[in-house]
């Protein structure tokens, strides 16, 4: 008996992993559904773009996002676990796994935890280089003055002089090399929120 008891309460918390990158609309939608149907209301002034308060009754569920790309949440009780707990938890990992997502075990969680921070910040280093190429498409520098002019445009906007056919070939150069920055940033991180783990990343860009 000792050892049932033990299993019931030594899981106040389930961690789950989405194949997205963050608690977006869609995953919000997820869970929504997941739980409406069972009478939990949503607490609209205890939700941030981190976590989300169900209510139910005077039970109340947290869930708290530990993890992006892919996107790692934990949900547990306010208070003390109740049979209306173990039951939205049961429709959420339903839910994520109907959504190719995955239950963590408390091991495994703290196994990934370190995982999830190193994905966050290469996820961080992409989103950068991929500003970056975007801006260099959305305007031409002058290599005379530095200042930018529109991609159309024939002469700087800073200096005023006309743009050379060496100038247009550096320009073309940027552009490729632009285009293809993004292409491989986006493939990147379209590749974390799926979960690819981190050291096949570098090995499946595609140029
Ligand atoms: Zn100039």
């Known amino acids: 008996m000792a050892g049932t008891r033990a299993g019931l309460e030594g899981r106040q918390h389930t961690h789950l992993l989405l194949p997205h990158a963050a608690l977006d609309a869609p995953q919000r939608g997820l869970f929504e559904s997941a739980l409406r149907p069972a009478g939990w209301t949503i607490d609209p002034d205890d939700s941030s773009s981190m976590s989300l308060r169900w209510n139910r009754g ?47 075990t408390d091991q495994q969680l703290v196994e990934y ?38 991609t159309s445009a024939t002469h700087c906007a800073g200096c005023r002089r006309r743009f050379t056919v060496a100038d247009d070939t550096e320009w073309n150069t940027t ?33």
Not at 58 to 72: D, M, S, Y
Not at 179 to 190: K, N, R
């Open 175 to 207: 552009v490729s090399r632009a285009t293809a920055t993004v292409a491989e940033a986006e493939a990147i991180l379209a590749d974390l929120a799926r979960g690819v783990v981190l050291e096949r990343l570098t090995g499946a860009s595609h140029g």
């Open 113 to 150: 935890l370190p995982q999830a921070q190193a994905r966050w910040q290469r996820a961080l280093m992409e989103r950068r280089r991929l500003s970056t190429a975007e801006r260099l498409l959305r305007a031409r520098r002058c290599s005379y003055c530095a200042s930018w002019s529109d």
């Open 58 to 104: 005077r039970a109340a569920l947290r869930l708290q996002t530990l993890g992006w790309f892919p996107l790692l949440v934990t949900v547990g009780p306010i208070g003390k676990a109740t049979a209306v707990h173990r039951d939205a938890a049961a429709r959420l990992t339903a839910a994520v796994l109907a959504g190719r997502g995955m239950n963590f």
